[in-house]
């Protein structure tokens, strides 16, 4: 899944520090309902304040801490987090909507992701998931209206309210 806009409040201006990552209400606990129900939860998440110099490796390091610290009071956890520091001119094959990221997801847990759930808020991550097979699914949090409003290339693809809603689907389809 993604992470700003899914699991945490959007920020036109960029999540810069631990105390402006704030999660939406319900994703982490929606989180770790996936985790008790079996499933493997990872974020791909473009992060470029760090190409463009808002913020370090560092500061995203202890921005990522502070969401497993949150996820981890509620029971849950992540098995990964990958994320592209690159500036979109940088044109690497990791920013999303290239397929890069997800690639070292497979590579990395040894599974296609023919089918596999990503869910995220905007145009990128319904590009990605589909570029990789995976089965896209648009929570209206975040950019998720805006995203509705303006690509009509939503056709099809799954929309849920948030990640709470779109993780009690995914835990109802295999019980």
């Known amino acids: 899944m993604d992470r700003d806009g899914v699991i945490n409040q959007e ?8 105390e402006e990552w704030i999660p939406i209400p319900g994703s982490l606990e929606a989180i770790a309902r996936l985790n008790k129900a079996g499933f493997v939860v990872v974020v791909a998440s473009n992060q470029s304040g760090v190409g463009r110099g808002l913020f370090s490796l560092k500061t995203l390091e202890a921005i ?15 098995d990964g987090i990958f994320f592209c520091p690159h500036r979109p001119e940088d044109d690497c094959d990791c920013r999303k909507p290239k397929p890069g990221l997800l690639k070292q997801i497979a ?48 056709v099809g693809v799954e929309v849920y309210a948030d990640l709470a809603e779109a993780a009690a689907k995914l835990i109802n389809e295999i019980h």
């Open 107 to 154: 590579e990395r847990f040894h599974i296609d992701l023919a089918g596999v759930p990503f869910i995220g808020d905007s145009p990128r991550d319904i590009a990605v998931a589909r570029a990789v097979a995976a089965r896209p699914m648009l929570v209206r949090t975040g950019d998720g209206e805006r995203t509705l409003r303006q690509m009509p290339e939503t």
């Open 64 to 78: 990522n801490a502070r969401m497993e610290s949150a996820l981890n009071a509620v029971g849950g956890h992540l």
């Open 11 to 18: 920020s036109a201006a960029y999540i810069k520090s631990p």
